[in-house]
């Protein structure tokens, strides 16, 4: 599957390239496995980025450059941050993804009645009618 994110690295899009994304990533596991019958909308409200490997201090707080405040990293030999993986999160509220989703289950529903009522209207009057797409 492919994963396109903006700077932040919020999803924009699985599999079909949008027009405007900052990086692609190629991952193994499907659809399904890394997201589950989550909607479009739902998906787009999480982040898949790089992480990185911190420096703590001795009290185990975070290690910050003393100047700019940012977060310290373990190095590789080459001067690289040491990447140990890639984290998938929500960055939206659970509970307004919980909202999208659930609104989008029910248009879902409203979709197949339809969809069964024009199949049944069009067996009834004879006339072959191309039942709309989910």
Same mark, same amino acid.
């Given at each position: 599957?492919?994963?396109?994110?903006?700077?932040?690295?919020?999803?924009?899009?699985?599999?079909?390239?949008?027009?405007?994304?900052?990086?692609?990533?190629?991952?193994?596991?499907?659809?399904?496995?890394?997201?589950?019958? =989550?909607?479009?909308?739902?998906? !787009?409200? +999480?982040? +898949?980025?790089?992480?990185? &490997?911190?420096?703590?201090? $001795?009290? /185990?707080?975070?290690?910050?450059? &003393?100047?700019? /405040?940012? =977060?310290?990293? $373990? =190095? &590789?030999?080459?001067?690289? $941050?040491?990447?140990? /993986?890639?984290?998938? +999160?929500?960055?939206?509220? %659970? $509970?307004?993804?919980?909202?999208?989703?659930? !609104? %989008?289950?029910?248009?879902?529903?409203?979709?197949?009645?339809?969809?069964?009522?024009?199949? +049944?209207?069009?067996?009834?009057?004879?006339?072959?009618?191309?039942?709309?797409?989910?």
């Amino acid at each position: 599957m492919k994963i396109y994110v903006n700077e932040q690295y919020e999803i924009i899009a699985l599999d079909v390239e949008p027009e405007n994304y900052s990086l692609l990533f190629e991952v193994e596991r499907t659809r399904v496995e890394m997201f589950g019958d =989550l909607c479009v909308s739902c998906i !787009q409200g +999480y982040k +898949y980025e790089p992480q990185y &490997e911190m420096l703590f201090n $001795k009290d /185990g707080s975070n290690a910050r450059d &003393e100047k700019t /405040g940012e =977060l310290l990293y $373990k =190095l &590789e030999e080459s001067g690289d $941050k040491n990447f140990i /993986g890639y984290a998938c +999160y929500p960055f939206i509220d %659970y $509970k307004m993804l919980t909202l999208i989703q659930n !609104q %989008y289950e029910e248009s879902q529903k409203q979709v197949q009645a339809l969809n069964a009522q024009i199949a +049944y209207l069009s067996m009834m009057s004879g006339i072959e009618v191309e039942v709309g797409h989910e």
